[in-house]
């Protein structure tokens, strides 16, 4: 029974019985998700409608969201023909082109990139961005700073007024393994908050960059009025840092998907 409801999408357009919920308290996190997953879906499918043309170099970002960025990539390729070269930004963006039949490309060969689309932690008011909350920021910035445009995919969750409204698991910086301690000390010293040296989950110690670097989590001040363009410059000053999850100044436009169906849009 439950699979039927499941299958006739009658929970998934944003508004869940209460009465359903109390009754099924596991299977609302269930609809939840997958009003997460569509709202992540329709945002990336107009990305790839909107911004991606025939001839062109897409720089394809990491996570969840992508996923379906990539899906809508590979069918437009199939049913329009169209010709392009992907740009992978982690060792998942690269198997995800390769698995989905697209043509693979580096920086070598195209260091210029018409679009480049990518999901977010959190998109604030300015369109700064948190990334890396899946350990790839590092040739994200590098594949969006070659992009005449990075367009920004993501659920409603992400749809935030401050950084830190939203998402709770702090701004990633990537640095050198031998120096996260004084890395670490520098910025609580000067910003305060607190840095997590980031730890794997199916390996023992810390997670490890697909560059063979430390992740740490900077849990900023609530509440502090942060000027992220200055603060983001401070920190990759610090001898050891390779990267900061603040993407200042570089997102075009963002695609929010909603639970009801519809996609919000933000420019910069
Ligand atoms: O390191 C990961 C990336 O910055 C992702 O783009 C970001 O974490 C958003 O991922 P998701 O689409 O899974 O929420």
Redesign the pocket.
Known sequence: MLRHFLGTGLLFSGYINPAFSRTFGTVTAAATKMSLDQA?KIAAFKAVDEYVRDNTVVGV??????VYAVQRLAERVKTEGLKLVCIPT?FQARQLIIEGGLVLGDLEQHPRIHCAI????EVDADMVLI???????LQ?KIVASCADQLVVI?DYT?NSKKLGEQYKKGI?IEVVPMAYVPIRNRVAAKYGGKLNLRMAVAKAGPVVTDNGNFILDWHFPEGGDFDWDAVNRDIMMIPGVVET?LFVKMASKAYFGLADGSVTERSA
């Not at 970002?61 to 992508?66: E, F, N, Q, R």
């Open positions: 992540k970002g990491s996570g969840s969201t992508v982690s990518d999901g977010a932690d990334k890396g909350g899946g350990g790839c920021l994200e993501a992400k990633p999850g």
